[in-house]
């Protein structure tokens, strides 16, 4: 549909808006001074049904003003429809003033409009909740929550392309069962749960359900007192009911309706797992014996009424913004609190009863599993913080008091669930893993001066690292999104790669006139606008040059080079080894014992630094590929967004601000709080919240040993991490026994993990379902083998079946439950050692992923020969090739490096580190002196070649993270968004314009 809107109306009507009538079947004619006149296409229109009264217009004829406000109110009734003003008398007249009122009124704005959307999708569909992918739209103006920058610029292109009412395909700003009528205006289909009078549900759902047919009734006067299930509205009486409901401020009705809504669902689960665990032999057979378990419920309230203040604290609130400054006001520990409140109000419900069955109580702590392990998680944190308090004033007998009450918590979470509640952080959601995170740093937590030191070295590469993942993963999909955008990424890395070639006239083609950015040998840059020809030759033939692209407002583009090899990399570097051996040859020079200045260890260090440098240069090449992906990212959220594309600038530094926020702006202000740890000890009477939980641990009674007379005990060995080819590597050995002493044990704690995978899993691990069945067939495997050596002793049978899988079943358990195995403590009497942990929990990860590659394969073949009758297209084939060919590329890598870490793991151990560290030292002052011999001047030339490429390949990955990361891609992206938003402005508000203006024809102006 073309509308006829003169040269004007295409200038002050944007296309988004032109498409909200074409979407209505309206089309828009200019008549020159008259204004603009809406018709429709079958000559059906109710312009005074359709039109709210505060919008001015003659009949059918608007001016532009107005036209474009009608637009508007069809584009979005709702947010047109409750826009506030704020009144002459309350406006100021500073500018921040203004600005932060305006950033009130539009929080306003967002927050009625949410709420009004809630309160219709309550009457079209029976509830509040708005599905996540929806909810993230609906909450794109929430810009405090900058880790949704991303999504919500995607939500706002479909925001312009869509209507709020009517879509054939609803989006992220529809409400479902709306539709709309050009003679009777908007039309809600409403629920049946809304319908009748005798509605069930709880009491904040009733009363929602009577407002809403009082605002129906106050908006059209009362026209649907019997509740009809059509209900139309005009453009005025939209504008009535949503100014109505305004004024009744129905946010924390709405919010009380989701809280019900939420215990409802959980209800209804808790109903479907008891069913389920009914007829699970293994549930039967943990629990037998067992009966009312009410009073443990209760307790398990008791204990989780404890925890929630310590989690909603000021003091935690404070250590989640020390840690979040850029989301400091997104705490997950509101959507936490909420977490537990549903979980208090389900079991006060059952708690109610006569009494609680084992069935129940074991579905109720399975639907909040990942809850309750957190809650134990945080006890632990708490406990460890205490624990130090302990050790500093040994004197204090509060502190065990508190302890104590703290253990029985613990005692009464984990024995709320037959398989306790033990759970890797990796399986909670993100709101848990944060603040468990948060409490672990801030519950009391002494660390040792190595660990300080260690964590402040490492602290910074993790934030880069987590800012670099991001951004290349936005990237990513950026590309996949768009097929021109990728034709453009592929030109522009080609052109990039190839400008690091030593020709400068390589410039000359983009640019007449390149920036040269230099670097002298005093370290200070050298800056200059210069013919790139003028560059002497030589100098782009040096490896210390790589191309780049600078974008500077001010400057236009221009194309540079980077010199920063030898005054960044190698000179720090090599100053530094200098540094170290002028140290030596002090101290030496103090004790009287010889210098040798032309040793080994000086040379062979020297001669390392500069070309490992090169070589790091050269690689780093390929940093241009990323840049070009950078520049066409960052132009595009400029185009498409304007300078609200700033957010995913700020977004990509977060870890790095909040790093930065952390050590510096509130590092001193922190310490001055006690530790969380030190205020429970000093908070008055605080033993007394324990004292009726004292009695709540509760030791689990073993079940008899039953081997039969004459059965031996079999002597098995645990090989973990073991690899039979290329080159044979027998693994870790543990050896463990299973006799009369443990084999029930062994069996309870294998049940237990079996129940645990059967029920727990699928919540927690929901996208590795198939590593949940492969787990399934060992742990059968593993149960069947021991019954069997139980009744007829069969110990080749039990052992081969423990070689298949009992690592398997170790590693998996230890890695769902976060480093706990209740199979392995019965089965070795003890918890694993530390190497042993390390190599179980490597061991599963390591079979996971093999599991998630060959299932990722077998769903792309099977796409690729779809039973329907249908097969891909050639492109599709060839996109699931490469997927293929990708991943098993990326297999082989990943196998190559698993073999060279087991090799290398095979021969060193702490003894042999340490005797070998004295040994490279030794030889290295053996060196330095002068006193050596060609044994020890090989080590000390090994040992200093070692030193000088750690020293040189970490000094340029601190460069090139401040001038590749934070100067090229935050510096030049900075220029792309403005450029972006520029070009993006002056193609949709000028040049499309102009263009849709030329289409409308002579005779149509």
């Known amino acids: 549909m073309v509308h006829t809107l003169g040269i004007t109306g295409n200038y002050a009507i944007p296309g988004y808006l032109q498409r909200v009538a074409s979407s209505y079947n309206l089309s828009i004619q200019y008549l020159g001074d008259a204004g603009y006149k809406i018709t ?110 991303e999504q919500a610029m995607r939500d706002e292109d479909a925001w312009r392309t869509e209507v709020e009412f009517g879509n054939q395909e609803p989006k992220s700003s529809s409400i479902p069962q709306t539709t709309f009528d050009l003679q009777k205006g908007f039309r809600l289909s409403i629920d049946d749960t809304c319908l009748g009078s005798d509605r069930q549900g709880g009491s904040y759902q009733k009363e929602l359900y009577d407002k809403f047919w009082f605002l129906i009734n106050t908006a059209t006067k009362g026209r649907y007192t019997f509740k009809n299930s059509d209900v139309y509205l005009s453009g005025e009486e939209l504008e009535c009911f949503c100014h109505a409901a305004k004024q009744e401020d129905i946010g924390q009705l709405i919010d009380g309706v989701e809280f019900e809504e939420a215990v409802q669902v959980k209800l209804q689960s808790i109903e479907k797992r008891t069913s389920d665990l009914s007829q699970s032999f293994v549930f039967a057979d943990l629990t037998a014996g067992e009966g009312d378990k009410t009073d443990q419920l209760k307790k398990l309230m008791a204990c989780t009424t404890a925890l929630t203040p310590v989690m909603s604290s000021q003091f935690m609130r404070d250590a989640w913004t020390r840690y979040n400054f850029t989301q400091r006001h997104a705490s997950p520990m509101e959507g936490l609190g909420k977490e537990f409140s549903t979980f208090m109000a389900v079991a006060a419900l059952y708690a109610q009863q006569d009494q609680v069955s084992p069935l129940q109580m074991e579905a109720i702590a399975t639907e909040f599993y990942s809850l309750l392990g957190f809650s134990t998680r945080m006890i632990a944190a708490i406990d460890d913080g205490l624990e130090k308090e302990e050790i500093k004033n040994p004197n204090n007998p509060k502190i065990e008091e508190i302890r104590q009450g703290f253990s029985s918590v613990k005692a009464v979470f984990n024995t709320a669930s037959i398989s306790g509640f033990s759970l890797n952080p990796q399986f909670m959601s993100e709101g848990q893993r944060t603040v468990l995170d948060t409490f672990e740093k801030h519950a009391g937590r002494v660390e040792p001066l190595l660990s300080k030191a260690k964590s402040a070295s490492s602290v910074p590469f993790k934030a880069a690292g987590k800012a670099t993942i ?188 909040d790093l930065g926020y952390q050590m510096v702006d509130t590092a001193w202000k922190f310490r001055q709080k006690t530790a969380l740890s030190e205020q429970l000890v000093y908070a008055a009477d605080k033993q007394d919240l324990f004292e009726s939980l004292s009695d709540a641990a509760e030791l689990r009674v073993e079940l008899e040993d039953s081997l039969p007379e004459g059965v031996e005990t079999f002597v098995g060995t645990l090989n973990i991490d073991a690899i039979k080819t290329p080159k044979k590597w027998d693994g870790l050995k543990r050896e463990f026994q299973i006799g009369a002493h443990n ?126 009758g249908t097969s891909l297209t050639l492109g599709g084939h060839v996109k699931a090739r490469t997927k293929i060919l990708g991943i098993n590329l990326w297999g082989g890598m990943v196998e190559a490096a698993r073999g060279l870490r087991r090799g290398s793991e095979k021969v060193v151990n702490k003894q042999s580190v340490i005797i070998g560290s004295g040994l490279a030292a030794s030889c290295v002052g053996i060196d330095l002196a ?76």
């Open 40 to 149: 429709a296409d079958n000559n059906g229109l109710n312009i005074n049904q359709l039109c709210p009264n505060s919008i001015e217009r003659s009949g059918d004829i608007f001016d532009v003003k107005n036209l474009r406000k009608f637009l508007e109110f069809l584009h979005q009734p709702i947010k047109a429809s409750i826009a506030y003003t704020i009144p002459d008398a309350k406006k100021s007249f500073g500018f921040c003033e203004r600005v932060k009122q305006n950033k009130e009124k539009d929080v306003r704005t967002h927050k009625e409009r949410v709420a009004i959307h809630r309160l219709l999708r309550f009457a079209t569909t029976g509830t509040v909740s708005i599905p996540p992918d929806h909810y993230d739209s609906v909450e794109k103006y929430a810009e405090d929550d900058h880790a949704k920058t």
């Open 470 to 657: 991001n951004f290349a993963a936005d990237v990513v999909h950026f590309i996949k999104e768009d097929p021109k955008i990728a034709v453009g990424f592929i030109g522009l890395a080609a052109a990039l790669i190839l400008m690091n070639g030593e020709d400068p006239s390589v410039a000359l083609q983009a640019a007449e006139y390149s920036q040269g950015l230099m670097v002298g040998d005093d370290g200070e840059f050298i800056e200059t606008a210069v013919n790139a020809s003028s560059v002497p030759k030589d100098l782009f033939g040096n490896d210390n040059f790589h191309w780049d692209l600078k974008l500077s407002p001010l400057r236009g583009y221009e194309l540079y080079k980077h010199f920063a090899n030898s005054n960044f990399i190698v000179g720090p570097s090599l100053e530094f080894i200098e540094f170290l051996r002028s140290s030596i040859h002090s101290a030496y020079g103090q004790l009287g014992i010889p210098q040798n200045y032309q040793s080994v260890c000086d040379a062979t260090a020297t001669s390392v630094v500069e070309p490992l440098a090169n070589k790091l240069f050269a690689i780093n090449m390929l940093q241009n590929v990323s840049h070009a992906a950078f520049w066409l990212y960052t132009g595009s959220r400029g185009y498409h967004h304007g300078l609200k594309g700033f957010g995913k600038l700020f977004e990509l530094a977060a870890p790095v601000t």
């Open 743 to 868: 084999l029930r044990p062994v069996l309870k704690a294998l049940n237990q993990f079996d129940y645990f995978m059967q029920h727990v899993g699928p919540q927690i691990a929901m996208q590795e379902s198939w590593h949940l069945n492969t787990l399934s067939v060992c742990l059968t495997a593993v149960k069947a083998a021991l019954r069997d050596y139980q009744k007829n002793g069969d110990g080749e049978a039990l052992g081969k079946a423990l070689d298949d899988n009992l690592e398997s079943v170790l590693a998996a358990e230890m890695r769902y439950r976060g480093g706990v195995s209740g199979v392995y403590n019965a089965l070795f009497e003890m918890s694993p050692d530390a190497d042993a942990l390390k190599r179980l929990v490597r061991s599963a990860n390591t079979s996971v992923s093999r599991e998630r590659k060959k299932h990722s394969k077998t769903e792309l073949y099977k796409g690729m020969r779809a039973g329907d």
């Open 930 to 1005: 002068g006193l050596g011999n060609e044994f020890s001047d090989a080590v000390s030339g090994l040992t200093c070649g070692a030193t000088a490429s750690g020293t040189t390949v970490t000094t340029f990955l601190h460069f090139n993270f401040w001038e590749d990361i934070v100067g090229v891609h935050l510096g030049t992206g900075t220029g792309l968004i403005i450029t972006g938003a520029a070009a993006g402005y002056a193609h949709k508000r000028l040049v499309k314009p102009a263009v849709m203006y030329g289409l409308e024809g002579p005779s149509l102006k």
